[in-house]
Structures are given as structure tokens and as C-alpha cells.
């Protein structure tokens, strides 16, 4: 897709891009009919009515060719959800035990604390026992 200023096209944008598209298909298609007989001209409905039918069909044939990909596709979406869902679950349960874990990060860091100054201490203690000694 083209982008303006690093941004993606809207829905709107692309909207607008689908209508262009349209009128363009419309205005060769008018084009197209002004080049016709009168006869051709009377033909035309009929002859669009037959290309709906074929469409219609080729979509038919489309559908029923491709049904395992469309079954696949289903059950893939399927397990995506489920899988997403297991996610968010897991995300919420670990959201929820945040507030623990900061009371113990918190007591540990106390605990620390203590440790490094009693350490320091009996660092100092063990200098000034040698210095005696």
C-alpha cells in the first residue's frame, strides 16, 4: 500500500480509492455502450443478465473447489482464538500476582539492605581486629 507522510491509508482513504476504481469501470462500460448498434444495445440486458449468472456460478465453483481451505481456514481461526484466549487468561492471572511480587521485591530489597550493612560492619570489625591484633 502507497503511504502519505509515513501513514497508512484510512478506511476512508481506501473507500474513496474503491468509488475511483468504480467510476473509472463506469465510464469505459458508458463508453463501451455509446459504441454499440441499436440492436447490440437492446441485447445488453439480457447479456448482463447471462455474465451475472456466470459470475455467479464461477463463485459456486470457487466456493466448492476451495471448501477444505475455507474448513481449514475456519479451524486454524479457531485455534488462534483459543490460544489467544489461554494468553489473556494467563496475562490477567500474572497481571493479578503483580502486587505480591512487589511486596516480596520489596522485602527482599530490605533484605538486602540489611545483609550489604551488616556486612560493611563486620568488614570494619574484621579491619580493626587485624589492626589490634
Do not use: W
Not at 509515513?6 to 463501451?32: F, M
Not at 489473556?88 to 538486602?112: I, M, N, Q, R, T
Amino acid at each position: 500500500m502507497s503511504t502519505l507522510a509515513g501513514k497508512q491509508p484510512s478506511r476512508h482513504g481506501s473507500v474513496l480509492l474503491s468509488q475511483d476504481l468504480n467510476n473509472k469501470q463506469a465510464d469505459v462500460y458508458i463508453s463501451e455502450l455509446l459504441s454499440y448498434s441499436l440492436e447490440r444495445l437492446r441485447k445488453e440486458p439480457e447479456l448482463l443478465v447471462e455474465e451475472k449468472q456466470q459470475v455467479r456460478r464461477n463463485i459456486q465453483t470457487s466456493a466448492l473447489s476451495h471448501y477444505y481451505a475455507f474448513i481449514d481456514s475456519a479451524n486454524c481461526l479457531s485455534v488462534v482464538q483459543q490460544q489467544l484466549s489461554a494468553a489473556c487468561d494467563e496475562l490477567d492471572e500474572l497481571s493479578g500476582s503483580v502486587p505480591d511480587l512487589a511486596v516480596a521485591f520489596d522485602a527482599f530489597a530490605k533484605d538486602a539492605a540489611t545483609v550489604m550493612n551488616q556486612h560493611a560492619a563486620n568488614k570494619q570489625l574484621l579491619g580493626e581486629d587485624i589492626l589490634d591484633g
